[in-house]
């Protein structure tokens, strides 16, 4: 798996559009053998803001990364950034 071999050495990912659904067992499954490989949690970005996105949304998608890596120290949730406002000025506020 190509996928696979990429993320066990990359220092840090960008999650864009994606909420971690409990049911999508494949790519928790590349994003956690990444993590074991490594020893470590990589850097995790969450980018999965919309307008209208309910804080419960937010609060539920937040909860499920932070339960699912070990480190929870190297996960960043942006909650207010939505893939547009990332394509135009990244990560910076």
Known sequence: M????LLRN????LVCGY???DADMH??????R????????PEIHIINYHD???NQE???????FFRFFKNKDKIFYHDALS??????SGLSP
């Open 34 to 41: 990444a993590e074991m490989f490594q020893g470590t949690t």
């Open 27 to 32: 790519i928790k499954y590349l994003l956690k």
């Open 10 to 13: 990359v220092p840090k990912i």
């Open 58 to 64: 937010k609060e539920d998608e937040k909860l499920r």
């Open 52 to 54: 209208g996105k309910k």
């Open 83 to 88: 893939f547009e406002k990332f394509a135009i």
């Open 2 to 5: 190509k996928a696979d071999k």
């Open 19 to 21: 909420s971690l659904p």
